[in-house]
């Protein structure tokens, strides 16, 4: 299992993004007031259009022929003037009924305030309509509303109608008219985003609920746990198909090396004089390339070890490599079968027992996880890294007395393995014994005064406790010890941007991980945290789509396309609600 200080920098960075929840993935403010909610289902209209000037009356009689002659503009205006007044009293004294029969012409010959007032008394019966589940009904009565005119509430009560008969479509395109007339209705914009829903359009249902999230404040919690939802299914359902073609691949460097550098090493002695074409040769090709950290390499040779086949000495081993690599790739399947063959070969390996275990761990199969170090400590109860890995397991079940136990246990029988003085550390602190835990670290730091390690996960220690200077001469002193180790940059990068509000250094940090290592997936979700909070949504949304690429397994996946999705969303809404999200930006103090 991989050590938990090579573990934190990615976990942590992930953890603090997660913890962010949905606010964060909408976007990064807090505290913006948007107005345009309204009261919840059926809203009443809160204002009247300001008045306009009057239309001339048009005669109701469809059998008169236009004005041609001119003849016409020989009537006074004061009779005009009069036509227009009692067309407007007859019109407005006619009972509800008859305001359903009346033609574009009588409609247009009332005021501004009595249209007003017509369509108040459409759409009220239209409520009750609604209330009684009457819908076809109300679309009727609401359609006759917007005759009188056009608002966006109309519009919105008539799109809640067409949903409950399943007319998605005309859900849809009310919505948009309702958001013609007021881009931030929150209640149209919710109903748009259900009925993109229903029809499977996805992404668009998912930017709705994310405007709904962004323009009501965080308030509306159904909508936060229907973009949650929403997010997850994109990103599964991307993530499903993108997993029927994407080939396994080892994860970063410094992942795979912390993997390998989590156990005590195994040292071979090979002939001089070795065929290097046969099995025995490409194992030790394989070998030898691990320990020069050229781990490609070292997967391409072991494979043609197992292929070409390895002396008996050796085969074991071969397998035991073969399922480390297919685990860490992902490939669980092949890993076990690796692991298998490796145990039935030498049944006294305990390493295969070991990583085993990583894989029943990876799997949350807990019970076959501990029974490998069952099974282990019966063939070799001398074996620390037995212990170690045993309080790796206990450590992330939570369970860290026993695993302060395991370390110290792997201590007494090899006190030269650094991480497990390191672990030692960690759950200490974990456990509340800050002094011993702080003490475990000073030993540490003297006893393995070259490990860039001791020095990163001490720095961690220290940022917890809010020592932001003592942690940054931490995290420098790594990057001295390991200029090559990503993990001191990351963490030296978020302290300097969180702490100290230093973007610019925090940015060149996590790029100079990236140098160090192209595939660190903790370095391309810090930058991209660090840029979105920053505003440059557009640069963040590169990063997180190369974590894409980057990921092994479907959760991994997952992750990394529901920041791409939830990016593209915060995109599309700067662009198309650029004063709600200058108001963001103004909040964040100009970020």
């Known amino acids: 299992m991989a050590s938990d200080s090579t573990r934190t920098a990615t976990e942590r960075m992930k953890k603090f993004l997660e913890d962010k929840d949905w606010k964060f993935y909408c976007t990064v403010a807090a505290g913006l007031a948007v107005a345009g909610a309204g009261a919840y289902y059926l809203a009443s209209s809160g204002a009247s259009s300001s008045s306009t000037t009057k239309k001339q009356p048009k005669k109701r009689d469809a059998k008169r022929k236009p004005d041609v002659t001119g003849e016409a503009k020989s009537a006074s205006t004061e009779q005009n003037v009069s036509e227009n007044v009692q067309a407007t009293k007859a019109a407005a004294a006619l009972p509800e009924e008859q305001l359903e029969t009346m033609t574009d012409e009588e409609i247009e010959a009332l005021s501004t305030e ?47 109608c067409f949903a409950n008969l399943g007319k998605h479509d005309n859900v849809i395109e009310d919505c948009n008219e309702a958001l013609k ?45 229907s973009m949650e939802r929403l997010l997850q299914r994109v990103a599964q359902e991307r993530a499903d198909e993108i997993m029927k073609t994407k080939k396994p691949r080892l994860p970063s460097a410094t992942f795979v090396n912390a993997y390998f550098e989590s156990f005590r090493p195994m040292n071979f002695e090979f002939p001089a004089e070795l065929d290097e074409s046969s099995g025995d040769g ?4 394989a070998f030898r390339a691990v320990k020069a950290k050229n781990f490609n390499e070292a997967l391409e040779a072991c494979e043609k070890a197992i292929e070409l086949g390895c002396s008996r000495q050796y085969q074991a ?45 990876e799997q949350s199969d807990v019970v076959n996880a ?7 400590i019966a063939i070799n109860s001398s074996d620390p890294d037995v212990y170690y890995h045993r309080g790796q397991v206990n450590y992330i079940t939570g369970n860290f007395e026993a695993a302060a136990k395991d370390y110290t246990e792997s201590l007494k029988l090899d006190d030269t393995f650094v991480f497990a003085h390191i672990q030692l550390g960690v759950v200490q602190y974990k456990l509340g014994s800050i002094s011993s835990a702080m003490a475990t670290f000073n030993n540490t730091l003297k006893k393995f005064p070259q490990s860039a390690d001791v020095q990163n996960y001490y720095g961690e220690l220290l940022v917890d406790q809010q020592k932001v200077n003592e942690a940054i001469e931490a995290f420098s002193t790594a990057i001295e010890l390991d200029p090559k ?16 509000g230093d973007a610019n250094e925090a940015i060149a940090l ?43 397994t479907a959760p991994e996946l997952q992750h990394a396309i529901s920041y791409v999705e939830a990016t593209k969303a915060q995109i599309r809404f700067a662009q198309e609600y650029p004063e709600a999200a200058a108001k963001m930006r103004a909040a964040r103090g100009g970020m």
């Open 485 to 500: 180790n990503t993990l001191p940059y990351i963490n030296k990068a978020m302290i300097l941007y969180q702490a100290r």
């Open 510 to 552: 996590c790029k100079k991980a990236l140098e160090c290592d192209p595939a660190s997936d903790a370095a391309v979700a810090s930058l991209a945290q660090v840029l979105l909070e920053l505003g440059k949504a557009d640069e963040a949304l590169g990063y997180y789509e190369m974590a894409i690429d980057l990921a092994r």
């Open 181 to 225: 007339m007021d881009s931030v209705y929150v209640k149209a914009l919710n109903r748009r985003a259900l009925a993109y829903e229903k029809k499977g359009d996805l992404v668009n249902s998912l930017y709705d609920y994310t405007c709904v999230c962004i323009l009501d404040a965080f308030r509306n919690e159904a909508a936060g746990k």
């Open 317 to 361: 081993y071969a397998y035991n490599l073969l399922g480390t690599f297919e685990f860490l790739k992902g490939n669980n399947q092949g890993a076990l079968e690796a692991f298998n063959k490796s145990i039935e070969l030498d049944p006294k390996l305990i390493q295969s027992y070991i990583k085993r275990s990583s894989l029943y761990m």
């Open 282 to 285: 490409y194992f030790a090709k």
């Open 114 to 160: 009595k249209r007003a007032e017509a369509a108040q008394a459409l759409k009220a019966k239209g409520n009750s309509l609604f209330t009684s589940k009457n819908y076809e009904e109300a679309v009727r009565l609401y359609t006759q509303a917007i005759r009188f005119k056009p608002d966006a509430i109309f519009f919105a009560n008539r799109a809640a």
């Open 370 to 376: 501990f029974k490998q170090f069952d099974d282990a």
